[in-house]
């Protein structure tokens, strides 16, 4: 069958069936200035060969992580993932079978999202678990919209310690269902203010432990003072290695946990795809966005999976579906559980032990250096220091000396009145030379 | 009084100004077994047509509907504690949903009686 696309008859019917005149009508609501006047100049066409070598100079204009000494962390973790995991997840039954439209004969990829949900609800020390969300920034602004469903409030009040983009993501969520969202002003280690806002408008509490300044928090009072208020207690994160040593929010009693995936079994991706852990108390499962998998038996009694309480989602409830998410991060979420499987309870110890011991050198020796002051008392493996001079400035210095020192806090929110502060953070993957090297240079900067 | 229909199939009973609300046997039929129902809580108040309800099956999530307009005085106790089963099992009686205190009585003139309702379902 030959495959021919629309004609010029078949557009003038169309058009006539929908009242308009020209094509052009259809896109009256786009703004002049956005229009595109011209067709876009490319070069001409190339050979394969061509374009490769036009492609790898581009490509080597990038600084790759491993050919630095590298200490990026805000929301994005380097970290080992085995090779075996790369190749576990390309295998054919998974590979095609990516998203499940007919479920139930996708059996594979059902049994690996129900044992990504126990991995997650064990790691989060929460009832139940979904199949994921996109990603960290995603499942936190779902899980405001979700809190607003259940306490049937509309203001949502984030921790100065959430990440900046976490909170802009929020914002722009949930703008259009009317919900206010008062977001504190940056503080490294204050996530009990959100308290003090507390009040019978409130739906949420949003903190994050580790903070984007690293610093980790007990929970239990704020989760406290939250429901004393007929108010949720949201707890997200950007590193879920840190799980592997600090208590999750879930022992603090948070009603929706949910953050990044990405540390496990996911490389940096230029910043995504990555996958979003979403876990909630039992009772509000049915407020719960996405997907479930669940495990049944089939007319022989046989162990099988299926998709379960999707009678919420778009595809049955339309518009008034519990949120807009169609998909879940299916190869994220299968790479995730395939690393997490490798590592086992004790092998995730084991990682974030050794991360933390990184943090601490990394920590111990950044303070040793004049004009360097560690901020972040309880951390796991990232930490915010104050520098004498504009943290911007000194990560362009640092870069020009081969070392990706991290993030300035400005970067992340120009307004937060923090232009001195650098977020660090320190992985499996750094080497005593990395952090040495490190310390070297940030000496010669600051000098 | 005898009871009167929509055509989303609720049924609606008026007892002095009290209107206790339900969906009829046909829409629980159709229904399958209920694994959920979500009931508004007294108070709240509802316009002839509003989404008031929902009630989800294993194949299913679907809105029930205000028959009429008036304020939650009850909502099934039976419901709320989580026995669907009732509303399989006696949806035109036990398996009630809510109590409404009536706001205009004259919008019951606009429902079906039983025999108008069991030719509508007849046709379906």
Redesign the interface.
């Known amino acids: 069958m030959r495959y021919l696309p629309l004609t010029d008859v078949d557009r003038e019917q169309m058009l006539k069936v929908i009242g308009t005149k020209n094509i052009d009508d259809l896109f009256v609501d786009v703004p002049k200035s956005a229009l595109l006047k011209d067709i876009v100049p490319l070069p001409k066409a190339q050979g394969e060969i061509e374009v490769h070598r036009h492609l790898q100079r581009l490509a080597e204009k990038n600084t790759p992580a491993g050919r630095t000494a590298f200490f990026l962390g805000a929301g994005a973790y380097r970290h080992h993932v085995p090779a075996s995991v790369d190749h576990l997840i390309q295998r054919s039954e998974f590979l095609t079978a990516y998203t499940p439209y007919q479920p139930e004969i996708a059996q594979g990829t059902l049994q690996a999202l129900y044992e990504f949900q126990s991995q997650v609800a064990q790691l989060l020390d929460m009832e139940v678990a979904n199949a994921s969300m996109y990603d960290g920034s995603t499942g936190c602004a779902e899980a405001a919209m979700m809190a607003a469903r259940v306490t049937k409030r509309k203001k949502i009040v984030f921790s100065g310690g959430v990440h900046p983009h976490y909170v802009d993501t929020a914002r722009t969520a949930c703008e259009a269902l009317g919900l206010e969202i008062v977001a504190l002003p940056a503080a490294v280690d204050d996530e009990a203010a959100v308290t003090k806002e507390l009040g019978a408008d409130v739906a949420a509490v949003i903190v994050q432990s580790p903070n984007v300044f690293g610093t980790v928090t007990d929970l239990t009072k704020i989760g406290e003072a939250a429901h004393g208020a007929g108010a949720l207690m949201v707890a997200t994160f950007t590193e879920c290695v840190s799980f592997g040593l600090i208590e999750p929010a879930g022992a603090y009693g948070a009603d929706i946990v949910c953050g990044e995936g990405q540390s496990i079994g996911n490389a940096l991706n230029f910043g995504g795809p990555y996958v979003g852990l979403f876990a909630v108390k039992e009772k509000y499962i049915r407020q719960m966005p996405g997907r479930v998998a669940g495990e049944t038996l089939d007319a022989d009694g046989k162990r099988g999976f299926v998709l379960t309480l999707s009678t919420r989602e778009q595809h049955i409830r339309r518009e008034k579906a519990t949120s807009n998410i169609c998909t879940n991060s299916g190869l994220c979420q299968l790479a995730w559980t395939i690393h997490m499987t490798l590592l086992g309870e004790e092998g995730l110890r084991k990682l974030a032990t050794l991360n933390h011991e990184k943090a601490i050198a990394l920590a111990d020796a950044l303070d040793k250096v004049s004009g360097v002051e560690v901020l972040t008392k309880r951390y796991f493996n990232e930490i915010a220091v104050l520098l004498k001079k504009t943290a911007q400035e000194v990560v362009d210095k640092l870069a020009d000396k081969g070392v990706i020192g991290g993030v300035a806090m400005s970067r992340l929110n120009p307004k937060a009145g923090m232009d001195n502060v650098l977020i660090t953070c320190a992985t499996e993957m750094n080497t005593d030379e990395d952090i040495a090297a490190y310390a070297k240079a940030l000496k010669e900067v600051l000098q | 009084m005898t009871k009167r229909y929509t055509k989303d199939h609720e049924w609606v009973e008026l007892n002095g100004d009290i209107a206790t609300v339900g969906i009829s046997t046909y829409a629980a039929e159709q229904l399958g077994d209920v694994v959920?129902a979500?009931l508004p809580d007294a108070g709240k108040s509802f316009k002839q047509g509003d989404?008031m309800a929902v009630v989800?099956?294993?194949?299913?999530?679907s809105?029930v509907y205000a028959p009429i307009s008036g304020e939650v005085v009850e909502a099934n106790a039976e419901i709320k504690s989580e026995q669907w089963q009732i509303i399989n099992d006696a949806p035109q009686a036990g398996g009630w949903f809510v109590k409404l205190k009536i706001a205009d009585k004259s919008e019951l003139d606009g429902l079906m009686d039983q025999a108008a309702y069991d030719d509508y379902v007849k046709g379906l």
């Open positions: 959920y979500e989404d989800e099956s294993a194949k299913t999530a809105d």
